[in-house]
């Protein structure tokens, strides 16, 4: 797919970091392209590069070769504020820690990224308040971080990084700090929100069942991106012949 018909573009990420006067090389030339409304897993171990990955992906760190594309914008080389603008604009971010403010209740958190941006008040709340009723959080939208459960808290981030309606969700472990009970039942109802937005996402994740629910799979291998679902097409057409 052209880069312009994209909603994100990777081309030749790399990235090298010095540790000690040591050159450690985290992505070796990695290309991925995520069309509109795409949901792909990256997949792999600690250490592999998903993190890295994704910062570069949303602009929080420079590669050290190669070209980020936002909906077919290159904006890799922007300056700081050019950066920041495209963040606000077209990413939602969600971590393995909620990183909630815990002097605002849950509503007051998701209006927050809404009226940096700009947006009215009313409108702001009505957003906010959908977001959470849409997360079962209905009956806990006034209430502060402490005074709700891991999974609930989880579900404001994720309701925080959908307020502005971004084009593309790149997430990093969104439930690896949740019991495995828990962790299932919010990725379904991120999944379902993604689905029903229209939103494109990069989501890392250890979790294999929670990945193949998504519409493809990739890894990093020493450093390089693999699409899994390519390889094991090409290994079956191998084994075939």
């Known amino acids: 797919m052209n880069k312009n018909n994209a909603t994100l573009v ?14 450690l090389e985290v992505l070796k030339n990695v290309n991925l392209t995520i069309k509109p409304k795409e949901i792909v897993a990256l997949i792999g171990p600690s250490g592999s590069g998903k993190s890295t990955l994704l910062q570069i992906a ?14 077919g914008q290159l904006c890799s080389s922007g300056n700081d504020n050019v ?7 077209y990413l939602g971010f969600v971590y393995q820690y909620h990183n909630l403010l815990p002097d605002f209740d849950a509503l007051e958190n998701v209006l927050l990224p809404q009226m940096i ?19 079962g959080l209905g009956e806990r939208m006034y209430h502060r971080p402490a005074e709700l459960s891991g999974g609930e808290q989880q579900r ?3 309701a925080r990084a959908l307020a502005n309606t971004p084009k593309i969700l790149l997430a990093d472990e969104p439930t690896g700090n949740l019991d495995p009970n828990t962790a299932d039942n919010v990725f379904l109802i991120l999944l379902e929100v993604m689905k029903e937005t229209g939103l494109s996402a990069l989501v890392a994740t250890h979790n ?5 629910k998504m519409d493809r799979e990739v890894t990093l291998r020493e ?7 390519a390889s094991k097409l090409a290994n079956r057409v191998e084994n075939f012949y």
């Open 208 to 212: 294999i069942e929670l990945a193949h």
């Open 223 to 229: 450093g390089k991106l693999i699409d899994l679902r």
């Open 117 to 135: 941006a700009g947006a009215k008040v009313k409108d702001a709340q009505e957003k906010a308040k959908w977001l959470l009723q849409r997360l």
């Open 10 to 23: 990777l081309k030749n990420i790399n990235k090298t970091f010095v540790q000690g006067g040591n050159y």
């Open 83 to 89: 950066r920041t603008a495209m963040r606000r604009d």
């Open 58 to 71: 949303g602009l929080l760190e420079k590669p050290t070769d190669g070209e980020v594309y936002l909906d």
């Open 156 to 158: 404001v981030a994720i």
